[in-house]
């Protein structure tokens, strides 16, 4: 059984940092990308950040570029997130996910953690 287990979300101010966690149980981690999506309240979900099962060639959605960096871990089955220069703006749910490749699209991929808040005040 697919298991993934977001951590790290919390309540930051404006221009502050936050590194969430993901970590991946019931599947062979390196044989599958990785993908960050957020959700705000009222609001689809979209596409924040992908990787490659390679690690190489991430994929950022312009409103996040120069600002977020994703890494993946595949001896720890783990995902990461480091989120900074934190905006108002960013305040979402965050998911993550596996799939086959590195899409931008949330219907590219086949498992979804639970989501962790993010919260950034003003």
């Known amino acids: 059984q697919v298991q993934l287990v977001e951590s790290g979300g919390g309540l930051v101010q404006a221009g502050g940092s936050l590194r969430l966690s993901c970590a991946a149980s019931?599947?062979?981690?390196?044989?599958?990308?990785m993908g960050w999506f957020r959700q705000a309240p009222g609001k689809v979900r979209e596409f924040v950040v992908a990787?490659?099962?390679?690690?190489?060639?991430?994929t950022y959605a312009d409103s996040v570029k120069g600002r977020f960096t994703i890494s993946r871990d595949n001896a720890e089955n783990t995902v990461y997130l480091q989120m900074n220069s934190l905006k108002p703006e960013d305040t979402a749910v965050y998911y993550c996910?596996?799939?086959?490749?590195?899409?931008?699209?949330?219907?590219?991929?086949?498992?979804w953690g639970q989501g962790t808040q993010v919260t950034v005040s003003s």
């Open positions: 019931g599947l062979t981690f390196s044989s599958y990308a």
């Open positions: 996910a596996v799939g086959r490749a590195a899409s931008l699209s949330r219907y590219g991929y086949d498992y």
């Open positions: 990787v490659p099962r390679s690690g190489g060639m991430t």
